[in-house]
Nanobody, 123 residues
Framework: VQLQASGGGLVQAGDSLRLSCAASGRAFNSYTMGWFRQAPGKEREFVAAIISSGTSTYYADSVKGRFTISRDNAKNTVYLQMNTLKPEDTAVYYC?????????????????WGQGTEVTVSS
C-alpha cells in the first residue's frame, strides 16, 4: 500500500489543522492506521492510532483531548484533526499502516509509511 500525507502548514499557537493520508490499495480497510511525528533532533514518536473499523482509537498523552484521528474507509483516507496547536507540536507528521491490527504505538511495528507532511506552530 502507498500512503500520501497532506495538510501540513505554518500556523499560530491555538490554531487548528487537519491532516489527511490517502492510501492506495484495496486492503486499506483491514489495516490499523497510525500517525507519528518527528521533531528536529528527536526520535519519531507515536501520536494516534485507529483500528480498521474506526471504532477504537488510542492517543499519546501529549495530544489527548486536542487531536482526533478518524478514517473514511470508502475514501481510503485517514485524518488527524489537530486543535489547540502548541509550538511543541511542530514536527513532520507521518501516517503509517499496520497490517496486524491492534493499537500499537511503536514505529517499527508499522509496515507502510507515507512521506510526511510538515507542521510548524509559531508562538
Amino acid at each position: 500500500v502507498q500512503l500520501q500525507a497532506s495538510g501540513g502548514g505554518l500556523v499560530q499557537a491555538g490554531d487548528s489543522l487537519r491532516l489527511s493520508c490517502a492510501a492506495s490499495g484495496r486492503a486499506f480497510n483491514s489495516y490499523t492506521m497510525g500517525w507519528f511525528r518527528q521533531a528536529p533532533g528527536k526520535e519519531r514518536e507515536f501520536v494516534a492510532a485507529i483500528i480498521s473499523s474506526g471504532t477504537s482509537t488510542y492517543y499519546a498523552d501529549s495530544v489527548k483531548g486536542r487531536f482526533t484521528i478518524s478514517r473514511d474507509n470508502a475514501k481510503n483516507t485517514v485524518y488527524l484533526q489537530m486543535n489547540t496547536l502548541k509550538p511543541e507540536d511542530t514536527a513532520v507528521y507521518y501516517c503509517a499502516a499496520d497490517r496486524y491490527g491492534g493499537l500499537r504505538q511503536t514505529a517499527h511495528q508499522y509496515d507502510y509509511w507515507g512521506q510526511g507532511t510538515e507542521v510548524t506552530v509559531s508562538s
